[in-house]
């Protein structure tokens, strides 16, 4: 059987780990469209970014057929299941991360282990899709819903994998309302998100100080036209692209100033 014909085969990951409702929740809903294996984090790994584990062993564990538990954050888990040949039968066709208790909406996608699952497959040249819930609540009939997404996402790859002279693949973030039934899917921008900041440090029973990261005054947002986080506000699920590029074209000038004359160029 060419590859054509094949079942598509999709690598589910996350950063909730790998027992989490939204990721038991899509795998069983993707296995309607593909062949589906899942390397997800032992542990919960929420706000890893795209840390990867250079300096520990990791191990893993196999909880069920196509099912793999690794102890470590959601880039090792990806990268393990790619480099790892015994976990997987062939290069995935699509991964996809999620589905992520909580929002990653704007600027949480610095710190979101969910994204950075993703990332770390569009990065090997992979497709890749991130998907985040605001609430539990609704998770089964959003899986359902990211299939139908990432249905479409194969359809679009068919003839060709689109990538750019980095050799990256597409990478996109889905984030789901909350309501039971989204008023629409729409194409975003990634807005801002602001939470409050604070250090606050405690003492442990013995006096030893201790601190928790992270105010507790919750989190706001500027209202931007087009952007992820209003599209979630006015309930609808925003579909966002996420760049890999990390040069900023804008600010060459600044650079070249700060580099002062040469009289020498690579």
């Excluded at 014909?5 to 780990?17: A, K």
């Excluded at 497709?127 to 679009?156: G, K, Y």
Aim: proline residues 7%.
């Amino acid at each position: 059987m060419t590859r054509e014909h094949q079942r598509p085969l999709i690598l589910v990951s996350n950063d909730d780990g790998v027992n989490a409702l939204g990721n038991v929740s899509l795998r069983r809903a993707l296995h309607r469209i593909a062949d589906v294996y899942t390397v997800a984090p032992e542990y919960e790994q929420s706000a890893k970014s795209h840390a990867i584990s250079l300096h520990v062993p990791l191990r893993y564990r196999t909880l069920e057929p196509r099912v793999h538990a690794v102890d470590g954050t959601p880039a090792d888990c990806v990268y393990v299941a790619l480099f790892m040949e015994s976990l997987l039968p062939r290069k995935p066709d699509l991964v996809v991360s999620g589905i992520n208790h909580g929002a990653n909406l704007g600027t949480d996608v610095h710190y979101s282990g969910t994204v950075a699952a993703a990332r770390e497959a569009a990065l090997r040249g992979i497709p890749a899709i991130a998907f985040s819930n605001l609430h539990d609540a609704n998770m089964e009939a959003m899986a359902q819903l990211a299939t139908v997404l990432c249905e479409r996402m194969l359809e679009s790859l068919r003839e060709a994998t689109p990538s750019d002279d980095e050799g990256h693949a597409p990478l996109i973030n889905v984030n789901f309302p909350d309501r039971p039934e989204p008023r629409g899917i729409v194409a975003t921008s990634f807005g801002q998100r602001h939470y409050a900041e604070g250090v606050d440090l405690r003492d442990d029973p013995r006096g030893r100080p201790y601190f928790w990261i992270g105010g507790a005054g919750g989190v706001h947002h500027p209202e931007m036209a087009g952007s992820d986080t209003e599209a979630v506000d006015a309930g609808f699920v925003s579909v966002a692209p996420l760049s890999l590029r990390v040069t900023d074209t804008t600010q060459l000038g600044l650079a070249a100033f700060v580099a002062g004359p040469s009289k020498e160029t690579p």
